[in-house]
């Protein structure tokens, strides 16, 4: 029987990263009620698939170009205030592109949100990497992802229900949910900024050139940009837009299908932290990988719900093992105790140019060949990125733990 050390040396989740995981709530819960209507929306201005597709790519082109602009206010100001204003700058985008009455004036502002968006985006990785002990980051990571998928499960099924109100509706209801994520952030987070204090000596920087010598890095960023063009981009840009070709689907179709990806995302993200905790990053990685790609490379060829809600459930699930693992294996490689702000920047950056790739690239496929080849293409994307890991190092603290220990070991409380 394990003694009582065995089961209390896994540290608790500290309170900082408790109140993100609240705002990481709120946050999603306003995303889900958007995505499912905003490709729809800017086809309401009477452009084609590709030209909707662009919406979703302009949010993150502008992440993309602010990103070494948003690791440099951390540096300046601290996490937290970054965080706030990030979280206010997103906020006013979403209301303008709710009354948006072109569809240029309508890329503009959603591109716009995307500064915002890398703000506090990027704080909150920084805090995440900093503030979890190494023993309990898949984990932390799979709550972290879990608030946001809760929000992202509930949220299509409210925008749902406001679709009698129109394609705006939406996005003012998202300003409001920016509003209170950052007032809960101001209030409840006031001692969490990791700006150094005067005097205080610096924590050494790992450039991103020490970053890219290592292979678990290296290929964090292959599969991160095919989690971009996945998951964040084609998935939110063509899945809506192919409901609605289908005759058989139609537009109710893409929440719900959102709904379920983001359900069956959620329920393989506490299975997956834990595994990447105690099996390794690596394998659950690839296997994540793996499956997001079998569920994706035949999805454009479905035509009844069920086996279109199925394979959207399975997608999630995959994402739901990717996610952690992904994240986790980078904050291994950046460690507790170096400032890796430029190369969790990279990172992200890593992702966002898939976001861009992905849905102008598929839309295009998508116009002129139809819906089936363009999900067949980003389903094989995912796979490269699946081959791109399997020369990587595991970077688990301590190697991989063997598979009999680590379910012997009972789970704390």
């Known amino acids: 029987m394990p003694s009582m050390s065995s089961t209390s040396a896994r540290p608790p989740v500290p309170a900082e990263i408790r109140v993100l ?103 909150a990785m920084g805090l995440i990497v900093r503030l979890s002990p190494p023993t309990i980051r898949g984990r932390v990571s799979g709550y972290y992802a879990t608030a946001f998928l809760t929000g992202n499960i509930l949220g299509p099924a409210l925008g749902g229900a406001l679709a009698p109100f129109g394609y ?24 969490a900024s990791l700006r150094p204090e005067p005097g205080a000596v610096p924590l050494p920087i790992m450039t991103f050139r020490e970053a890219l010598r290592d292979s678990a890095y290296r290929a964090a960023l292959v599969s991160g940009f095919a989690n971009g063009w996945t998951n964040f981009g084609v998935r939110n840009a063509l899945l809506p837009m192919f409901a609605a070709a289908v005759p058989t689907l139609g537009d109710w179709t893409a929440g719900v299908a959102l709904t379920v990806f983001a359900a069956g995302n959620a329920l393989a993200l506490q299975a997956g932290g834990r595994l990447v905790d105690s099996r390794g990053r690596k394998r659950v990685l690839i296997v994540g990988l793996v499956v997001s790609s079998a569920a994706t490379v035949v999805f454009g060829y479905v035509e009844n719900l069920l086996p279109f809600l199925v394979l959207s459930a399975v997608a999630g699930m995959g994402a739901g093992l990717l996610n952690p693992a992904q994240q986790a294996a980078v904050a291994d490689v950046v460690g507790n105790g170096r400032n890796g702000g430029k190369v969790l920047a990279y990172f992200q950056m890593s992702q966002d140019v898939g976001t861009i790739v992905g849905p102008v690239l598929t839309g295009v496929v998508a116009d002129a060949a139809g819906f089936g080849p363009a999900f067949a293409i980003t389903g094989a994307v995912t796979v490269l990125a699946a081959l791109a890991w399997l020369p990587a190092r595991e970077t688990i603290p301590g190697g991989r733990r063997p598979w009999r220990a680590a379910v012997a070991r009972p789970d704390p409380a």
């Open 21 to 123: 995981i609240g705002a990481a709530f709120v946050i999603a819960l306003g995303f889900g009620i958007v995505a499912p209507v905003l490709p729809q929306y800017a086809r309401s201005f009477g452009v084609g698939v590709t030209a909707a597709s662009i919406i979703v790519s302009a949010f993150a082109f502008a992440r993309l170009v602010f990103a070494p602009g948003g690791g440099a206010l951390i540096a300046k100001f601290g996490e937290r205030p970054v965080y706030i204003a990030g979280l206010l700058i997103v906020a006013v985008s979403t209301a303008a592109t709710g009354f948006a009455q072109t569809y240029p004036q309508l890329l503009i502002f959603r591109g716009l949100g995307g500064i915002g968006s890398t703000m506090f985006t990027v704080s």
């Open 168 to 191: 705006r509706v939406p996005f003012f209801i998202y300003a409001v949910a920016l509003v209170i994520a950052s007032g809960v952030v101001a209030l409840f987070l006031s001692g």
